[in-house]
């Protein structure tokens, strides 16, 4: 996306009010108007004194139009801010609602701190520009665009040096842009490497102290930033050059508007009052070619930035629905995979040729070794990727055929990684059913025997369990999850590596849980623990990907495969008979 298609979608976006920001853009000309209008006025009163003649007509015109002028610039700027405010909170509102939208390969790929800054930074930019074109840029304009023709009736020779003063401004401009634009792109690719270096560091924050790396994580940073300023310097020189040279294009024109007006009013062909209107022209052009610089300054330095953030709004979701897809009904629960492959890229990792069903209300248990696919079999399921080859079908409906909102509201998972918010127990408990009252919460907490460890904390269920959930054991947060797939309620149920991370007493524990939430739903578990797994209807044992064995515990390590030897090595740990 180039710099100029990067600003018209920023325009776009402005659709949303179009009216209003149409009447802004207006009001803003006006003003612009009006303040070209002011120097003439000064003049034709400086000739009115200087001839003895009656100024008051001309003073009283130049008090209400200046009166008329400043409540006009109050309104617009007002208006302006808010409207600028509401936006930047509207693109930040798209851009996040994007973001989460996007495959996880997407957020590895990037990292979560250089996607916060995309949303962040870019929204900051585009409320900036908002505000500076209808505040000043849209005046500015309309000023010069109407000063010129006034000008030139007034005295085309004096005219001509504010013409001058204004080409000497576009050229300055054009040639500060052009030694600027490329150095700016990787100034922004520098403040996304800090921020994702950031990102990452907080985000690994126990790893980075239990290790002692506050030293290298620290020198590592400033070394990225210090790449930063190195691309940043020269183009601030420029933009520092050009503010140089234009202050004294500035000067120079004043002065020469001064000598030629004197030489002018020596042969009477100019008055007084003519030189100071003049004066104040150039004063005006000199305001409004100042912002009009600043302004494309912010541009280009700004552009890499918003463009970032339009090329998140725009990123392509390789999971979309079909067109009018209807919602997934459920009457069963029966998951089929019927010769589904995904390759990843042209190597030899992904699944092949899977081809199982999931009896309604039954449990299927994935094992095998690292890398044999588990994990990317569930997020089939989930539509968290489609398959290049075959289908899978719940209930006998296609899952790409019906709407993916519906899909996923009908299946609760449970993580290895618990996934718990920076927000209360009850928040995070209740985002399974956001509707959920305090009633239903605290019943999904006792099912998930989380009831006993939430009474000890303070505030119980209002208490906030920091970010991550690091406030919390392993176990209780893995109750949280659990509590949160009871109250979802939902049909089907994945149970994703739920229990590996636990010490023995707190798997019993959880397993009691999980067998609460397995009760009457459609599962599917992946497991390394066999106490999650040995009560399986089946177990599907995968190896590169393919489905190589399957069938109950007792009878697979009979059969002396890579499921015994899984057992046989330690792999897999049986559980202990419990009464």
Sequence with gaps: MSVTQAYLAALRFLTRERGLSIALAIASGAIGIVQMIEPVLFGLVVDALSRGGNAWPAIVTWAVLGLVGIL????????????AHRQRLAAMHAAFERAITLPISYHADRGTGSVIRTIVAGADALFGTWLSVFREQCTAVI????????????????????????????????????????????????????????????????????????????????????????AQYPVLTWWAVLTVLTRAASTITMVAIFAVGALLAATGEVT?????????????????????????????????????????????????????????????GEIRYDGVTL??????????????????????????????????TVALLQRLRDPDAGQILIDGQPINAVSLASLRHAMAVVFQDSGIFNRSIAENIGIGRPDASEDDIAAAAAQAEASEF??????????VVGERGAALSGGERQRVAIARAILKDAPILILDEATSALDTAT?????????????????????????????ADVILVMDRGRIVERGQFDDLVSQGGLFARLVAEGSLIKPRETD
Excluded: C
């Design 343 to 376: 390759r990843y890229g042209d190597g030899q990792q992904g699944v092949f040729d899977l081809d199982f069903v999931v009896p309604a209300g039954a449990t299927v248990a994935l094992v095998g070794p690292t890398g044999a696919g588990k994990t990317t």
């Design 72 to 83: 006009a610039s109050v309104l617009v700027a007002v208006a302006a801010d808010r409207l």
């Design 272 to 332: 007084v009052g003519e030189i100071v209107s003049f004066v104040g022209f150039a004063g005006l052009l000199i305001a409004k070619l100042d912002a009009l610089t600043s302004f494309v300054s912010r541009v280009l330095l700004q552009a890499p930035t918003i463009r970032s953030l339009f090329e998140l709004l725009d990123a392509p979701s390789p999971i979309v629905d079909v067109a009018n897809a209807p919602p997934l009904s459920i009457p069963r």
């Design 143 to 230: 000023a010069i665009v109407v000063l010129t023709p006034v000008a030139f009736w007034m005295e085309w020779r004096l005219a001509l040096l504010l013409v001058a003063l204004a080409t000497l401004y576009a050229v300055l401009n054009v040639v500060a842009v052009r030694r600027t634009s490329g150095g700016q792109a990787n100034v922004e690719h520098h403040h996304m490497e800090v921020s994702r270096r950031v990102g990452d560091a907080l985000t690994n924050v126990s790893i980075v102290q239990s290790y002692g790396r506050l030293t290298r994580e620290t020198r590592a940073l400033r070394g990225v930033m210090d790449d930063l300023l190195v």
């Design 507 to 535: 798997e019993a524990t959880i397993k009691r849980a999980l067998d609460r939430v397995r009760a009457g739903r459609t599962t599917i578990v992946i497991a390394h623990r066999l106490s999650t797994v040995a009560d």
């Design 454 to 463: 939430i009474a000890t904390k303070p505030n119980g269920m209002a208490f």
